[in-house]
């Protein structure tokens, strides 16, 4: 079975439909979907309703939490602008997803880690920037999960690792390729490139295999968007692929 791996959309329709077209084109039998998907200035009931229509299994993200428990004065500014253009089908679809699901008995997916939906599985912070973690970091945030393949978002940063025990996916952002962020500290991540990513993998004779995608799309038309919803933080990463 050939699995399509995408995550952190952000609500950047125009990136998915991109990312959706191309998964179509290579032939997978599954695509799942791993969260943070419509927090942003962008177009999140549009995701929304793109991604209910999909038949795709998909997670709830930090960001979908954060969404559902947004107070003014209390949450970011793009989880309340996602929020305040939800309907009630889009709220009631929201709630009813879940940040983690064994999806097969050898496939595990979660947004952050098996224990935290806003937690980095695959990098750590460090002097600004998210490293690659360490042997220990991960397996600790593995914990008791034993699946051959386990996949994560949250990081933005396409990376896959074979390790000892699972194989472990990212398949990096549809959405978003540079933004900063303050938890647990200070961190800056960016991609360089304004292409959407996604990953495709494959069990091929008992083993893993993971491609990284990196396709275009119209992203200047959405960083457009971004500067006209009042966010140039967003409409520069968009437009370029860094935070600067």
């Keep these: 079975?050939?699995?399509?791996?995408?995550?952190?959309?952000?609500?950047?329709?125009?990136?998915?439909?991109?990312?959706?077209?191309?998964?179509?084109?290579?032939?997978?039998?599954?695509?799942?979907?791993?969260?943070?998907?419509?927090?942003?200035?962008?177009?999140?009931?549009?995701?929304?309703?793109?991604?209910?229509?999909?038949?795709?299994?998909?997670?709830a993200g930090n960001h979908e939490r954060q969404i559902l428990e947004w107070t003014p004065g209390r949450g970011g500014a793009s989880d309340g602008y996602a929020l305040s253009t939800l309907g009630s089908a889009e709220l009631a679809w929201l709630r009813a997803l879940q940040p983690m699901w064994q999806w097969a008995p050898d496939i595990f997916l979660c947004h952050g880690t098996p224990r935290q939906d806003d937690e980095h599985f695959l990098e750590t912070p460090r002097a600004g920037v998210l490293t690659l973690a360490s042997a220990a970091e991960i397996a600790d945030r593995l914990g008791a999960q034993r699946s051959s393949l386990v996949a994560c978002g949250h990081s933005h940063?396409?990376?896959?690792?074979?390790?000892?025990?699972?194989?472990?996916?990212?398949?990096?952002?549809?959405g978003l390729q540079a933004y900063v962020?303050?938890?647990?500290?200070?961190?800056?991540?960016?991609?360089?490139?304004?292409?959407?990513?996604?990953?495709?993998?494959?069990?091929?004779?008992?083993?893993?295999h993971c491609s990284q995608h990196a396709v275009p799309y119209d992203h200047l038309a959405m960083a457009a968007l971004a500067a006209r919803n009042g966010r140039p933080d967003w409409e520069r990463a968009l437009a370029t692929g860094y935070v600067g």
Excluded: K
């Design 1 to 59: 079975m050939r699995l399509a791996l995408v995550s952190d959309i952000h609500g950047n329709l125009p990136a998915l439909e991109a990312v959706a077209t191309d998964i179509r084109r290579r032939g997978v039998d599954q695509v799942l979907c791993l969260g943070d998907n419509l927090s942003g200035p962008l177009l999140p009931r549009e995701t929304a309703q793109y991604l209910m229509d999909s038949g795709w299994p998909v997670l």
């Design 157 to 174: 940063l396409p990376r896959f690792l074979r390790t000892a025990g699972p194989c472990l996916a990212n398949p990096g952002s549809v």
């Design 181 to 208: 962020d303050d938890e647990p500290e200070r961190y800056v991540v960016e991609r360089g490139t304004p292409d959407a990513n996604y990953a495709i993998v494959e069990r091929i004779s008992g083993a893993w």
